[in-house]
């Protein structure tokens, strides 16, 4: 690791590795690769995120089955390797590269430098991802009842953000059955009234 890279190392992140209790080697080798693309490094969301300016670039994240480099404008790059992932089919913007072990990592190292060079070449042009409207996602017909018929629901739904209405209408249909899907409703309207958003 070269003395710029070390240079550009974040205390918190230190904290990070000492604490975690999986995926540790894996996350070691990231940071390395990361910072040696000259990022700069921060944890964001509990996680080491790596920037450039403002701008989110990678983030390391880990799971009970595999550790991650994500990218948070995955859906803009080139990935000739065939080795970014869509973590569900309601992520629009962000892809993942997954890992099962170190030796993985160590084998795409090469590899990793290039598609973050891209993503923060992605990041220097200004492209951005084409997000789907919110009017674009389907508003389950439990919940389009309820905003028919309780008195203020749908002016207290309208003023929340994009992004707090999309996050209701994808939790709500997600739920296979009409009667989950109701329930669902049910527990979040006081939420919706008090202008909420379903992880405040």
Same mark, same amino acid.
């Given at each position: 690791?070269?003395?710029?890279?070390?240079?550009?190392?974040?205390?918190?992140?230190?904290?990070?590795?000492?604490?975690?209790?999986?995926?540790?080697?894996?996350? #070691?080798?990231?940071?390395?690769?990361?910072?040696? =693309?000259?990022?700069?490094?921060? /944890?964001?969301? &509990?996680?080491? =995120?790596?920037?450039?300016?403002?701008?989110?670039?990678? *983030?390391?994240?880990?799971?009970? #089955?595999?550790? @991650?480099?994500?990218?948070?404008? &995955?859906?803009?790059?080139?990935?000739?390797?065939?080795? *970014?992932?869509?973590?569900?089919?309601?992520?629009?913007?962000?892809?993942?590269?997954?890992?099962?072990? @170190?030796?993985?990592?160590?084998?795409?190292?090469?590899?990793?430098?290039?598609?973050?060079?891209?993503?923060?070449?992605?990041?220097?042009?200004?492209?951005?991802? #084409?997000?789907?409207?919110?009017?674009?996602?389907?508003?389950?017909?439990?919940?389009?009842?309820? /905003?028919?018929?309780?008195?203020? /629901?749908?002016?207290?739904?309208?003023?929340?953000?994009?992004?707090?209405?999309?996050?209701?209408?994808?939790?709500?249909?997600?739920?296979?059955?009409?009667?989950?899907?109701?329930?669902?409703?049910?527990? =979040?309207?006081?939420?919706?009234?008090? &202008?909420? &958003?379903?992880?405040?």
């Amino acid at each position: 690791m070269s003395k710029d890279t070390k240079a550009n190392k974040n205390p918190k992140v230190d904290s990070f590795l000492g604490k975690a209790k999986s995926w540790r080697e894996e996350f #070691e080798i990231l940071r390395e690769v990361a910072l040696d =693309c000259d990022l700069s490094e921060d /944890l964001k969301w &509990g996680q080491p =995120c790596y920037t450039l300016g403002n701008a989110n670039i990678v *983030l390391m994240h880990g799971f009970k #089955e595999y550790c @991650a480099l994500l990218f948070f404008k &995955g859906a803009l790059m080139k990935d000739p390797k065939k080795i *970014l992932v869509q973590q569900t089919e309601n992520v629009q913007a962000a892809r993942q590269i997954r890992f099962t072990n @170190a030796r993985q990592i160590e084998k795409l190292k090469s590899t990793l430098k290039i598609y973050i060079r891209e993503a923060i070449a992605v990041e220097k042009a200004g492209l951005s991802v #084409e997000f789907k409207k919110t009017e674009e996602f389907a508003v389950p017909e439990e919940f389009q009842k309820q /905003l028919d018929e309780t008195p203020g /629901l749908k002016d207290a739904f309208e003023t929340l953000t994009p992004g707090r209405q999309r996050g209701y209408l994808l939790h709500f249909s997600s739920a296979k059955q009409s009667k989950t899907r109701a329930a669902r409703i049910e527990k =979040c309207i006081p939420m919706i009234f008090d &202008g909420l &958003g379903l992880n405040d």
